[in-house]
């Protein structure tokens, strides 16, 4: 019907349409493909919008016209019941005194009829209806003794017509004789009876077998199926079927166990033909085992009653019969190749698919060829864990709504009980529950592959840096075939098992590179100063110092990369992941028209395992929950939403948790060792300071005697040591500013030593959200977190105050607690030294509590720290302090 036809719908006849659906979707679905031709589909897509506008227009014009009618039509029997109610109750009082008059009446009539008959007639019809009841009895008891009776001529008569090979009227003998075995059930005659009755059998059988292997081998389907109906006569269809099978799966067999492996068992002795991979010898095992099938697609239609199920059996019985077996074999086979064998694998499996999938073509073909099987209503795709191909129009229904009817009028369900391909794929169970360990271990020898020549050696320290970031690049790539092979070999069961390996190589490759930045030394090679450190000549660094900095910043930036590397990853593998949510969400509403592997059975089997965990569940609900979350589906249609937007959102929180860790620990040991280089000169400095004779000198003479003559003193200088500290804190901050530019200070400010984490707010994360349309439809809105750059400041500041704390900590920790004895005299330098520094830090805006406990208590005098260090614990700087000064 054209667009234009449309228009000649009636208002009854669409009502008629609308009544016949119980789904208003599925109605407005069929009402918009039955306008669709083919013309239409060749048109632009604005054309269809126009024509499909134009349609719902006066689709919804006769909807409204119908709906007028229908209430008028409501309105006129409403009327009527409301005139008839009142006459209702008189009607039903009249019918029930018409009732009570007929139930009086039939009373009479029935004592009347009795009476008309006499007592001798009654009499008489009761004696006829006993002579019938014996009759018939007795005819019953006559034909089971005439059965009894035909046992002691049974074994001459079968015997007999089995030596004129008249097998037919041999195995209706048998089945009359088989019958009548209910007449000596629970008598001592059963047993004897029954075991002739097998023993009349077997002769038979034993006389059918050599010609039957003939027929089928002549492939005589007349014999065979004169054949057929004997051994079902007789009760022995199933020894019938294993005589088929076992003649036709011949050449299958054959050619599996003369096979010749190079990378399997091959059987030495028994073994013949040129050697070959399992994995090309597969596909060629499957072609020969495909072809047979087809062959059989006709005589097997000819001959057996259920032509599906009997091509599934031979199917398993051929596999079950093959040896070394296909588990074994598949088995050997992954050994042989050890640490990389999933990927040989997947290759096995997607052969083994490709056979089931050709399989189920040809047992849509031999279901379709029955004549006793009606075709489905409307057409459907087979299983195949594709989507169901949805019409142009189509609106979806929602979950939780009652299925459309044409869901469940299609399929071929009589082919989903069959378990052929059950047997297939029960071999890769174990290994596809094993997915985890095969993937990491893949992932693990790719690695080893890479770095076996790795020259780390032979580098120098900014190339060791541009390593890092090359080799970054080489596992990403091999990581981003791990999503291939898990949808290959596990149809996406075992996400969580690829999480896992992902998560754990990533983190395995960066903690080598750890382990090496802790372990190694940097080289001694010559350095050249930039002209900007030039400025900072004055500085106590040596060419060594400038070079272990330029290698740690050159370090965090390729920790930098390599995390932003892994983030792009962390995307893909997510979009992964909502892909096979999605399709688990649509095979799990349309389980007849989609699933989630090749076949059922297939799907069964991994639905079964241990792989369907909650885990799994989790993991793909919570990254449906957050790409539902940051996908703004309302602005698909917007102009505006075509182009590239910026929206502030926080960043999904990572599902690689071990790389991320990773990650930190790496940048934390560059930070370490970078500020360990900074800090050198000043931590040269304070390396004498505890021993310093200051601190035990005594009172002398001059003091004294401006003591005496109450000459008026002045606060006492810092030693010269912590001048050259303070200075060294000092020109930290003309050290960053050098650097300002450079991201890597910018990269892992929160695992700096010493920083509050309330004091870096968590970077504000910009979502890219970008939408293409062709031809007026969109693509699926993608989603990518980019972090936002890091204000310059905030950098410098959480440097400089990490230094300080860092400083302060080994100031507190190492030296102060070395000093062993402090007089008065080492007393007063020490409080005006920390008072100093105490002023320096906090220009830096650096605030440390211990370093004024130790300020505090080198201030107080004698007889106040006395008393303080008697209420102190054992481990208190007042405590100390007070022995420090004699006085504890």
Same mark, same amino acid.
């Given at each position: 019907?054209?667009m234009a ?9 669409l009502?008629e ?12 679905n069929?009402?918009?493909n ?6 239409d589909l060749?048109?632009?897509?604005n054309?269809?919008?126009t024509?499909? +506008? ?18 008028a ?28 008059s007929?139930?009086s ?15 001798e007639t009654?009499?008489?019809l ?8 014996v ?8 034909d089971?003794?005439?059965e ?6 049974l ?9 004129e090979r008249?097998?037919i009227?041999?195995?209706?003998r ?8 209910v ?21 038979l059988?034993a ?5 039957l292997?003939?027929?089928?081998n002549s ?10 109906s004997?051994?079902s ?15 036709r799966?011949?050449s299958?067999?054959?050619?599996w ?12 002795g ?12 597969l596909?060629?095992?499957?072609a ?5 099938l087809?062959a059989?697609?006709?005589p ?5 009653? +259920? ?9 398993s ?26 990927s ?12 089931a ?9 031999l279901?379709?060829s ?22 142009r ?41 094993d997915?985890?360990s095969l ?7 790719a ?12 580098v120098? +320290? ?5 390593l ?6 080489d ?5 981003e ?17 690829l999480i896992?390996?992902?998560?754990g ?27 900007s450190?030039?400025e ?5 660094y040596?060419?060594k +110092?400038?070079?272990?900095?330029q ?10 990369g ?6 792009t ?20 509403m349309?389980?007849?028209n ?11 089997l ?25 996908t ?5 249609h917007?102009?505006t ?15 690689l948790v071990?790389?991320?860790q ?35 000198s005594r009172e ?5 005697l ?24 000092l ?14 200070l ?9 920083v509050?984490?309330?004091m ?14 062709v ?6 809105a ?8 890091v ?12 230094l ?6 080994y ?5 102060l ?19 100093y ?31 303080e260090?008697q ?18």
């Open positions: 019907m054209t036809g449309a228009t000649s719908i009636s208002t009854a006849k009502t349409t609308l009544e016949q659906y119980d789904d208003i979707t599925s109605w407005i069929d009402a918009l039955a306008n669709e031709t083919i013309d060749s048109t632009p897509s054309a269809d919008l024509k499909l +506008d134009q349609y719902i227009t006066q689709l919804l014009t006769t909807l409204d016209i119908a709906c007028e009618d229908t209430s039509q409501l309105e006129r029997i409403i009327d009527d019941v409301s005139r008839g109610i009142p006459r209702l109750a008189y009607d039903l009082h009249f019918m029930k005194d018409g009732a009570l007929l139930q009446s039939l009373v009479e009539v029935l004592k009347k009829s009795k009476d008309a008959v006499p007592a009654s009499a008489a009761d004696n006829l209806h006993h002579l019938d009841t009759k018939g009895r007795m005819e019953a008891a006559r089971v003794l005439q009894a009776e035909s046992w002691s001529t074994e001459m008569e079968v015997t007999s017509l089995i030596g008249n097998y009227k041999a195995a209706e048998l089945s009359e004789a088989s019958k009548s075995m007449v000596f059930q629970n008598t001592p005659e059963y047993d004897p009876r029954r075991a002739l009755m097998v023993n009349l059998q077997n002769q059988e006389a059918l077998s050599s010609a292997v003939a027929a089928i492939q005589d389907v007349a014999a065979c199926k004169d054949y057929f004997i051994f006569t007789i009760q022995r269809e199933s020894e019938f079927r294993n005589y088929y099978n076992a003649a799966r011949t299958v067999v054959t050619m166990q003369s096979a010749n492996f190079s990378d399997c068992d091959t059987r030495d028994e073994s013949s033909g040129p050697r070959q991979s399992f994995a090309d010898f596909p060629k095992f499957y020969t085992f495909l072809a047979l087809n059989e697609r006709g097997i239609s000819s001959i057996f009653p +259920d032509p599906p199920a009997t091509v599934s059996r031979f199917i019985s051929t596999m079950a019969t093959l040896q070394p077996t296909f588990s074994q074999r598949l088995s050997s086979y992954a050994n042989h190749y050890g640490e990389s064998c999933l040989h694998l997947v290759t096995v499996q997607r052969s083994t698919e490709e056979f999938t050709g399989v189920w073509k040809m047992m849509e073909k279901q379709d029955e004549p006793s099987r009606p075709k489905p209503v409307t057409p459907s795709e087979r299983p195949s864990g594709h989507r169901r191909r949805s019409s129009m189509s609106i979806s229904w929602r979950p939780g709504q009652p299925k459309p009817t044409s869901l469940l009028l299609g399929g071929v369900q009589g082919l989903d009980n069959l378990e052929w391909d059950q047997e297939l794929f029960q071999p890769f169970l174990d290994l596809q529950v997915y985890s993937e990491r271990r893949f992932l693990d020898q690695l080893l592959d890479i770095i076996t020549n790795d020259p780390r050696d032979n120098s +320290d900014l190339d060791r840096a541009r890092f970031r090359e080799r970054a690049v596992i990403v790539g091999i990581a075939g791990s999503m291939v092979r898990c949808k290959a070999f596990t149809h996406g069961y075992g996400s969580v098992g896992q390996a992902l998560d190589f990533f983190a395995s490759f960066v903690d080598s590179w750890t382990a090496e930045l802790a372990s190694q030394p940097s080289s001694s090679q010559s350095y050249s100063f930039s002209t450190e030039l900072l000549a004055d500085l106590d040596s060419a +110092d400038w070079s272990e900095i290698l740690m910043l050159h370090m965090l930036g390729s920790a930098r390599v995390s932003e590397r892994i983030t990853f962390e995307t893909k593998l997510r979009s992964y992941l909502s892909q096979t949510a999605a399709h688990f969400r649509l095979a799990q349309d389980p007849l989609i699933t989630t592997a090749a076949t059922k059975g297939q799907t069964q991994l639905e079964q395992s241990s792989l369907n965990s909650a885990d799994l569940f989790s993991l793909l609900s919570s990254v449906e929950e957050i790409q539902s979350q940051n703004p589906l309302t602005a698909l917007s102009a939403f075509r182009q590239t937007q910026q929206v502030q959102q926080a960043a999904p929180e990572s599902i071990q790389t991320r990773s990650l930190s620990g790496f940048a934390q040991g560059c930070q370490v060792s970078m500020q360990k280089t900074i800090l050198s000169p000043l931590r040269n400095h304070l390396s004498s300071y505890a021993s310093a004779s200051i601190w035990s002398d003479p001059q003091s004294a401006a003591a005496d003559l109450h000459i008026p003193t002045f606060s006492l200088s810092p030693s010269e040591t912590v001048q050259r500290v303070a200075e060294g804190l020109n930290l901050p003309r050290l960053f500013d050098i650097y300002a530019d450079d991201d890597a910018g990269f892992s400010l929160q695992t700096l030593p010493h509050d984490p309330e870096l707010k968590p970077s504000e994360q910009h979502l890219d959200v970008s939408s293409q349309g031809g007026g439809h969109h693509r699926r993608s989603v990518v977190f980019k972090p936002a750059p204000d310059p400041e905030l950098v410098s500041s959480a440097w400089l105050l990490s300080g704390h860092t400083l302060l900590s100031l507190t920790t190492n030296v607690p070395s000093i062993s004895t402090l007089t008065s005299v080492g007393a007063a330098q020490l409080t005006s030294d920390l008072e520094l105490s002023n320096i830090v906090r220009a830096l805006n650096v605030e440390n509590e211990t370093l004024e406990q130790w300020r505090g208590a080198v201030a107080s005098d004698d007889e106040e720290l006395k008393k260090a209420q102190s614990s054992a481990d208190s700087i007042v405590l100390r302090m007070a022995k420090i000064r004699g006085l504890y």
